[in-house]
């Protein structure tokens, strides 16, 4: 099992910056690809960004060149750097890590961390 921890949400003005942390802990061998999506109100959850195990990276249209992933397979953690944040990345943040052991694939989510930018 693997358990992800979040951190690093909270209320930010337009224009500003937040860095978002997520840490696993148990089983993180197998641990390949991880990634941040978010969910507004009344909307379905949407991928923001991932990286897989070797460093590639995918964003959503809508945050290139204002955010990055990164992440310690040491420490089984993935960052989210967030900056000129908009009214519009109002969301819950979620964290997700996928895991393959033998030929089974197993997805594990954080909790969620709200992220909320307004003046």
């Known amino acids: 099992q693997v358990q992800l921890v979040e951190s690093g949400g909270g209320l930010v003005q337009p224009g500003g910056s937040l860095r978002l942390s997520c840490a696993a802990s148990g089983s993180i061998e197998g641990i390949t690809v991880v990634g941040w999506y978010r969910q507004a109100p009344g909307k379905q959850r949407d991928m923001v960004s991932t990286i897989t195990t070797g460093g590639s990276t995918n964003y959503a249209d809508s945050v290139k060149g204002r955010f990055t992933i990164s992440r310690d397979n040491a420490k089984g953690t993935v960052y989210l750097q967030m900056n000129s944040l908009k009214p519009e990345d109002t969301a819950v943040y979620y964290c997700?890590?996928?895991?393959?052991?033998?030929?089974?694939?197993?997805?594990?989510w954080g909790q969620g961390t709200q992220v909320t930018v307004s003046s």
């Open positions: 997700r890590m996928d895991r393959e052991v033998s030929t089974w694939r197993y997805i594990y």
